[in-house]
């Protein structure tokens, strides 16, 4: 399970085991918290704005993907870093990408794994269609 995970420089890195003194400061730190944040935002009531969701966030949302959620983290990590590379990955690519990229496959004890994989497709058609 990869609930730490961050991307530096477009990579998923572990956060849990990756020491400061390793990131330098020129190196882009992207959390998925910060994933939405990227220029585009919806007035809400009282004239406030809220980031828009990036279109991984928003394919879990729209497909329900989590039940207990604790691996979440690290599996929306792991697809932002697949979309950004190749917006338009195969099956088999996208399982590749949570299985044997990376330093360990990313673990799913509830067992969501068709969830994710159709969460994933579903982003990438929301990034073709203007997503970030």
């Not at 910060?34 to 704005?49: F, I, L």
């Not at 969501?112 to 579903?122: D, G, K, L, M, P």
């Amino acid at each position: 399970m990869r609930a730490c995970s961050v991307l530096i420089d477009g990579k998923e890195m572990r956060s849990c085991i990756t020491f400061l003194s390793d990131v330098t400061a020129n190196q882009e730190i992207t959390t998925l918290e910060v994933c939405q944040h990227d220029g585009r935002s919806t007035r809400a009531a009282g004239g406030c704005k809220e980031p828009a969701l990036h279109p991984v966030q928003q394919a879990w949302i729209e497909h329900q993907t989590p039940q207990c959620g604790f691996c979440q983290n690290g599996m929306m990590i792991k697809a932002t870093e697949l979309l950004e590379s190749n917006p338009s990955p195969s099956l088999q690519q996208i399982k590749e990408a949570y299985t044997t990229s990376g330093v360990s496959p990313n673990l799913c004890r509830c067992g969501t794994y068709a969830a994710i994989i159709e969460a994933v497709q579903h982003a990438a058609t929301l990034m073709a269609k203007g997503g970030r």
